[in-house]
């Protein structure tokens, strides 16, 4: 009997938050691939789950800060009801603390030039942790998500070439470094040394948009265009939401409701929304994200007068988001200018469109004329209060103009299915593999259950 073709994926987050991630590894996996996928663990223990055929096992790649991190002296003193809100409490403390203290230190060397070893952070340990797994799993392909887990899937293939293995590396650039905002320079100049020394040995770069590749040929210092492999929400693995939004906020049908769904920061422009709440009287505002998100936090405290109109719901599984965001009137998007928000079309685009909602965005480059191509939609100057207020107020007056423009051609171009026809036929050329299909599973994630300490 024919053997599956393997693949190993690395990624430095907890992974179900990431829905790229877990799209490749469904796709692959239905499509006949073994799949495993290797994360950082959000807590102080190793899981593993699963989605579809793909395993997913997420290791202390990172250290992570959690109340076994805690002296158990100190935990004595902090016993009774109150006990779970105080550790709470501490985490945040220690996480923001050393938050400041790096972002202090690479100021500090920034200001004085201290000459110091930039090294990439995690890839020792990282190493470390995922040798002996890759070694046993013995992949065809590693793929590498984005340039943080680059130097540390490069390193990974060069091991198992060592030992004899055949293995090929798959570069899949989320973003472009120059456009990391929170990177200092040194870092951002080491990060594009690997990126270029590991496209070279790349059987296959990946990227997002025509934008990103536009730039990458001269980041990465290549000479063919990578292959697009946009971030296009699943169709056809989409559930019923269990949830519906409207219940979730107690409000009518009949109530104006625009919705965000993502991560919040302040370079996401949601202050902007919240600002112009005021001039949209009762129109609600709802952010579908994490409650303990310190910038949520912020936000919610920064708008005292609106707790009535402005709402936070948590998370809904990535596989009933569409359904769960069908019942707003308006999706939003009112990120900043930054280099990373100008490149592509990012995640909740394609799953706003998929719901059929239209889109209120800033005007970045390539969604703003997206909307204006389209007609699913209105631009707005990013940041400006008024100018957002004038175009949520043309989307309500008339929201079935811009739904129009949502024809089954239209949402079709803007399907993962497609996107994954392409990630398939690379993963076959490089490889020279022809799996056989499987019985499709659902885009369902499992329940994560322990896995045994690895280090």
Same mark, same amino acid.
């Given at each position: ?12 987050? +907890? ?36 989605? +579809? ?11 992570? @800060? ?120 040194? #870092? ?5 040394? @690997? ?54 906020? +107690? ?17 996401? +422009? ?59 009137? @308006? ?80 949402? #079709? ?43």
């Amino acid at each position: 009997m024919q053997s599956a073709p393997k693949t190993l994926h690395i990624v430095l987050n +907890g992974v179900t938050e990431d829905s790229r991630v877990l799209k490749c590894a469904w796709s692959l996996g239905n499509a006949g691939w073994d799949v495993l996928v290797i994360g950082a663990t959000p807590f102080g223990y190793p899981d593993e789950l699963t989605i +579809g055929y793909a395993r997913i096992e997420r290791l202390p790649l990172k250290l992570v @800060i959690t109340k076994d991190k805690i002296p158990k002296v100190f935990l004595g003193f902090i016993k009774g009801e109150n006990a779970q809100w105080l550790i709470a409490g501490i985490l945040r403390r220690l996480r923001r603390y050393l938050r400041k203290l790096r972002a202090y230190r690479r100021k500090l060397f920034e200001k004085f030039r201290v000459k110091s070893e930039v090294v990439v952070p995690n890839l020792h340990r990282s190493v470390k942790v995922i040798t002996p797994i890759a070694l046993e799993f013995s992949p065809d392909v590693v793929h590498a998500h984005d340039y943080t887990a680059l130097p540390i899937a490069g390193a990974i293939v060069e091991l198992l070439r060592v030992k004899g293995r055949k293995v090929l590396l798959v570069y899949d650039a989320h973003e472009y470094v120059p456009g990391v905002a929170h990177l200092t320079k040194p #870092m951002a100049t080491l990060y594009t040394k @690997i990126e270029r020394k590991y496209s070279k040995k790349a059987a296959a770069i990946l990227s997002v948009s025509e934008p990103m590749n536009d730039l990458l040929l001269e980041q990465l210092q290549i000479k063919v265009r990578p292959t697009i492999v946009a971030n296009d929400p699943l169709v056809d693995g989409q559930h019923p939401s269990e949830r519906n939004l409207r219940a979730d906020l +107690g409000i009518d049908p009949m109530v104006p409701l625009m919705v965000y769904s993502g991560a919040v920061a302040p370079q996401r +422009g949601i202050q902007t929304a919240l600002a112009a709440l005021r001039e949209l009287p009762g129109v609600h505002l709802v952010l579908i994200a994490n409650p303990k998100n310190k910038s949520v936090m912020d936000l919610v405290q920064s708008a005292p007068d609106l707790s009535d109109r402005f709402h936070v719901v948590p998370y809904v599984p990535n596989s009933q988001l569409v359904s769960y965001l069908a019942t707003a009137d @308006i999706g939003l998007i009112p990120i900043l200018h930054r280099l990373n928000h100008e490149i592509s079309l990012i995640t909740k685009f394609g799953e706003y469109m998929q719901a059929r909602l239209p889109i209120l965005v800033s005007d970045v480059k390539t969604m703003s004329a997206e909307v204006i191509k389209l007609g699913n939609g209105e631009v707005f100057i990013a940041e400006d209060v008024d100018d957002f207020v004038r175009a949520a107020k043309l989307i309500f007056a008339n929201p079935e103009k811009y739904k129009a423009a949502y024809t089954d051609e239209v949402l #079709m171009e803007h399907t993962w299915e497609g996107q994954a026809e392409v990630l398939l036929s690379v993963y076959n050329r490089i490889a020279r593999a022809d799996p056989i299909a499987r019985i499709h599973l659902p885009f369902i994630v499992s329940e994560a259950k322990p896995l045994q300490e690895v280090i």
